[in-house]
């Protein structure tokens, strides 16, 4: 099976690519988008049994101040791609943002969904919680200190005080709501669906469950051992108390949220 990957240098793209390596997968990164875009578009002129579009600029404070970039580089690279692709199957990265677009970012996510279902392409959409965890030990260095989790277990591990940004939001403890997932599971399902085949208008949204920032830092502060505190931050503004996260899910998750701060608080 010949699969074509985007973003194989990222956090999700290269592990995804080291579990799909009983394939013949060509994989080609983003960055830097000016060198790289002809390269991508190679890539999309291969005739293969799957696309995994993983590249995408996710930085939700950069996107308030670079839109112009993420415009570029989630809707008309994309538009370019889905043009150009001779894919069987083309699987689209998208994230549960989307079903609360109050930023550039997951603007761009739910466009660039609109644009794949109009496509004409055959494709499934795949729309993702927080990522967290590693495939293995080996990728300690994807650990993202920008990710909620990782910036905790960074903060904890260094003995700091872990940041809780909000204390006010209309949720059950005051803080955010949020939804996560392994990476394991992440990976295991796009081979899934690379296996069964293109999905037509059924978008799955992956996760495990629910859990506030104070209900991930409290267990973060546990599993650390250390004297430390939970200190609170202003609200950042623009911020979701919670997203509405679907029934129509191709997988629960396997890997709950303690194994996950496990993982990434071992690693770093």
């Known amino acids: 099976m010949k699969i074509c990957l985007t973003g194989n240098k990222g956090y999700i793209g290269s592990q995804l ?23 991508l578009m190679n890539l999309s002129d291969i005739h293969s049994d799957a696309f995994v579009h993983c590249a995408a600029k996710i930085s939700v404070p950069e996107s308030f101040e670079k839109p112009s970039e993420y415009v570029e580089t989630n809707l008309t690279l994309l538009d370019k791609i889905l043009k150009n692709t001779k894919t069987k199957h083309f699987i689209f990265i998208s994230s549960v943002s989307v079903l609360e677009p109050t930023n550039p970012y997951s603007m761009t996510k739910m466009l660039g969904e609109h644009m794949v279902a109009k496509s004409g392409v055959p494709y499934s959409i795949i729309r993702l919680s927080n990522v967290a965890g590693l495939l293995n030990d080996t990728y300690s260095s994807k650990v993202s200190k920008n990710h909620i989790i990782g910036a905790m277990c960074s903060a904890a591990k260094s003995g700091k005080n872990i940041k809780v940004y909000g204390s006010d939001y209309p949720t059950y403890d005051g803080t955010c709501i949020r939804n996560y997932v ?64 679907p029934k129509n899910i191709i997988s629960n998750g396997t890997i709950n949220v303690d194994s996950i701060i496990k993982m990434v608080y071992d690693s770093i």
């Open 17 to 39: 690519q080291d579990y799909l390596r009983i394939y013949d997968v060509y994989g080609e990164d983003l960055f830097p988008l000016e060198t790289n875009t002809q390269r």
């Open 182 to 245: 392994d990476i394991k599971d992440v990976i295991v399902d796009i081979r899934e669906l690379i296996t069964d085949g293109p999905k037509n208008g059924v978008v799955y949204s992956l996760g495990i469950g629910n859990y506030s920032n104070l209900e991930i830092a409290n267990k973060i502060k546990a599993y650390s051992g250390k004297n430390i505190e939970i200190e609170f931050e202003p609200n950042r503004s623009n911020e979701v108390p919670f997203y509405r996260i």
